[in-house]
C-alpha cells in the first residue's frame, strides 16, 4: 500500500499530490519524465544519523589501524584528533563542519591510497557486518527509515529516478545502496576520491575528487551527474540547504521523536527555519511515521 | 521486432545469445540484473565520425568567434592551429590523440567559463540546428544508427542500464542524448569541465574534472560514476581499447562502408587487432547492418 508507514496527516497528503500532479499533463506542476529526478541526503535522511554517522566509526577505526602500525602517527593530525577523541574535532565532525571533514579526509586519502574497488568494499563489508549500533544493538543497516523506502517506491512507480547525495563517501554507500536502499551504485552521488588506472588495475588515489558533496557542493555534484538540479529533494541538516532550496519540493525529516528515535536540532537549525518560513513539508518522525525502521 | 536493422549473420546472433545468456539464470553467462551495465563510445560508435566528430565544429567554431573578439589570440595556441588550419594539429585532434584534446581543451575552458548550464545548452541546441553534415546534407543527430538505438532497445528489454562513455564533451552530448537515443542525461559519460557554485548560481569553471574519457580514463570514467565496470561494451576506436579489454562482451564497429558510410581504420588499428585476436564481435557496417541511418 502506498505510504502505509506514514500516517494520515497533511505531511502524506501534501507528497501524495504533489506527486500525482507531476504526472497529471493538466497540471501546472507538470513535468516530463525526464526531469522527474528526486535527490536525498543520507544521513539523518534514510538512516539514522546519532551519535554520529555510521561512516565515522569505519573511517576512525581505520586510522587508528594506521597509528597501530606506525605509533609516530599519533603525533600528527588527523591521527592525534582522533586517538584522542579531541571533543572540538569531534563534534565539528558529527556535524559534517566542511573544514572538519576535509582535514580529516587528508588522512583517509593517505589510509587507502593504492587499494581496489574489491578490497575497498570488503573492508565495508566487514565493518557492516561487525558493527553495532550502540543504542539500537543491531547493524547500522537494519536502521533504514522505512518510510523513506515506501516514498521511493511512491516516485519510481511514477517514472522518477532516485539519487542518493550525501556528504559521506560515495564508494562506502555503494556498497549497501542495492541491499539497503534498492538503488543501484549509479544512483549514489557522493563524496568520492579520484580512482585511477595504474598497471592495468583501478586504484584508489590520495585525491579527493573536486569538492566535497556538503552544502552547494551538493548542487555541483548532482549536476555533474544528472545535467540537472533535483526537483524534488529531501534532507535533515544544513548542509542539505542548498540542494533544497534549489528544488521545486522540499522535504525536511525533523528528528522529534525521541522515544523511537532522536530529538536533534543542532546543525539544522538554519534547514528548519528555512523549512518553517517557506512552507516546505516538514515531517515530523512523531507525527508522521508510524513505523520508523524498515521491517 | 528485435534487432531488424540487422542482417541475419554471426554476429547478429552472437549478440542475441549473449544477452539471452546473461538473463538466463542456468547459464555460466548469467549475471544478476545489478551488475548487467553497458558502456558505448559515441563518436563512430553510435553515429558518423567522419570527417571529423560532429563536436568539432561546434568547439571551433567557439574558439574563432573567440579570436574574431580579441585578434591578439590569433597568434596563440590552440587558436593559431585552428585559424591556419593546422594539418598535423587537424589530424592528431580528429583522431583524439589525448595530448592533442588536452591541448585543445585548455583553449574550451576558457572560452565557456562563467557560463550557465542553460546558457551552454542554448549554444549547443544552436549548433546542432544549424550545422548540416558535409557529405549527408543534413543535421548530425539524423545520423545515429539505427541497428545500435535497436541494440540499446534489446539491453534494455532485458534489464540493462545503458551508459554513453565517449572522449567528447559529457555536457555536449546530454543536450540530445534524450531525443536521439532515448538516453537520460545522467547515463552520459564523458570530458567534463568542473561546474561551480557561486554567487547562488551553478556556472561553467575553467577547470577540467580530472582527466579526459580516453582509453583508461574510460574505465576510471566508467568506474567513478557507476561503481562498476561496463560488463557490455561497444567501440570503434583504439580509445576505446581499455573499455572493451575490460568487459565480458566486446562489440567493435568496423567502418568498411565506403557506399554507405565510410571506410575508416586510422587510429583503430589496436583495436582492430585486439578485437581479430581476441574473436570479439566484429560489426560490420557492410554485411551485418541492413540499415545504417535512424528513420
Same mark, same amino acid.
Given at each position: 500500500m502506498t505510504l502505509s508507514s506514514w500516517n494520515d496527516t497533511p505531511t502524506k497528503q501534501a507528497i501524495l499530490d504533489y506527486v500525482a500532479a507531476v504526472s497529471d499533463e493538466s497540471s501546472p506542476d507538470y513535468v516530463p519524465p525526464a526531469e522527474r529526478i528526486a535527490a536525498f541526503d543520507n544521513d539523518g535522511t534514510l538512516w539514522v544519523e546519532q551519535p554520529a554517522p555510521a561512516q565515522t566509526g569505519f573511517l576512525f577505526g581505520k586510522l587508528v589501524e594506521q597509528v597501530k602500525a606506525?605509533?609516530? =602517527? &599519533? &603525533?600528527?593530525e588527523p591521527y592525534k584528533a582522533i586517538i584522542t577523541q579531541d571533543p572540538v574535532f569531534m563534534q565539528a565532525f558529527a556535524q559534517q563542519v566542511p573544514e572538519a571533514v576535509i582535514a580529516f579526509l587528508k588522512g583517509v586519502g593517505k589510509a587507502w591510497e593504492g587499494t581496489t574497488p574489491e578490497e575497498y568494499e570488503a573492508e565495508v563489508r566487514a565493518f557492516l557486518a561487525a558493527s553495532m549500533h550502540p543504542r539500537y544493538g543491531c547493524p547500522w543497516t537494519d536502521l533504514v527509515y522505512q518510510p523513506m523506502l515506501e516514498l521511493f517506491d511512491l516516485l519510481r512507480e511514477n517514472g522518477w529516478r532516485i539519487f542518493v547525495c550525501s556528504g559521506g563517501g560515495r564508494d562506502f554507500m555503494r556498497v549497501f545502496s542495492e541491499d539497503a536502499?534498492? /538503488?543501484?551504485?549509479?544512483?549514489v552521488i557522493g563524496s568520492a576520491p579520484e580512482w585511477g588506472y595504474e598497471d592495468g588495475r583501478l586504484v584508489r588515489l590520495n585525491e579527493l575528487h573536486g569538492? /566535497?558533496? =556538503?552544502?552547494p557542493g551538493k548542487l555541483e555534484h548532482i549536476y555533474a551527474r544528472t545535467g540537472r538540479t533535483a526537483l524534488f529533494a529531501g534532507g535533515n541538516g544544513d548542509v542539505d540547504l542548498d540542494m533544497l532550496q534549489e528544488a521545486r519540493f522540499r522535504l525536511v525529516v525533523v528528528h522529534d521523536d525521541a522515544e523511537r528515535e532522536y530529538v536533534v536540532t543542532a546543525a539544522a537549525e538554519k534547514l528548519l527555519a528555512a523549512g518553517e518560513e517557506g512552507g516546505w513539508t516538514m515531517v515530523s518522525m512523531k507525527d508522521d511515521w508510524k513505523t520508523i525502521f524498515k521491517d
Amino acid at each position: 500500500m502506498t505510504l502505509s508507514s506514514w500516517n494520515d496527516t497533511p505531511t502524506k497528503q501534501a507528497i501524495l499530490d504533489y506527486v500525482a500532479a507531476v504526472s497529471d499533463e493538466s497540471s501546472p506542476d507538470y513535468v516530463p519524465p525526464a526531469e522527474r529526478i528526486a535527490a536525498f541526503d543520507n544521513d539523518g535522511t534514510l538512516w539514522v544519523e546519532q551519535p554520529a554517522p555510521a561512516q565515522t566509526g569505519f573511517l576512525f577505526g581505520k586510522l587508528v589501524e594506521q597509528v597501530k602500525a606506525d605509533p609516530s =602517527l &599519533a &603525533a600528527e593530525e588527523p591521527y592525534k584528533a582522533i586517538i584522542t577523541q579531541d571533543p572540538v574535532f569531534m563534534q565539528a565532525f558529527a556535524q559534517q563542519v566542511p573544514e572538519a571533514v576535509i582535514a580529516f579526509l587528508k588522512g583517509v586519502g593517505k589510509a587507502w591510497e593504492g587499494t581496489t574497488p574489491e578490497e575497498y568494499e570488503a573492508e565495508v563489508r566487514a565493518f557492516l557486518a561487525a558493527s553495532m549500533h550502540p543504542r539500537y544493538g543491531c547493524p547500522w543497516t537494519d536502521l533504514v527509515y522505512q518510510p523513506m523506502l515506501e516514498l521511493f517506491d511512491l516516485l519510481r512507480e511514477n517514472g522518477w529516478r532516485i539519487f542518493v547525495c550525501s556528504g559521506g563517501g560515495r564508494d562506502f554507500m555503494r556498497v549497501f545502496s542495492e541491499d539497503a536502499w534498492g /538503488i543501484y551504485r549509479e544512483h549514489v552521488i557522493g563524496s568520492a576520491p579520484e580512482w585511477g588506472y595504474e598497471d592495468g588495475r583501478l586504484v584508489r588515489l590520495n585525491e579527493l575528487h573536486g569538492n /566535497i558533496a =556538503l552544502g552547494p557542493g551538493k548542487l555541483e555534484h548532482i549536476y555533474a551527474r544528472t545535467g540537472r538540479t533535483a526537483l524534488f529533494a529531501g534532507g535533515n541538516g544544513d548542509v542539505d540547504l542548498d540542494m533544497l532550496q534549489e528544488a521545486r519540493f522540499r522535504l525536511v525529516v525533523v528528528h522529534d521523536d525521541a522515544e523511537r528515535e532522536y530529538v536533534v536540532t543542532a546543525a539544522a537549525e538554519k534547514l528548519l527555519a528555512a523549512g518553517e518560513e517557506g512552507g516546505w513539508t516538514m515531517v515530523s518522525m512523531k507525527d508522521d511515521w508510524k513505523t520508523i525502521f524498515k521491517d
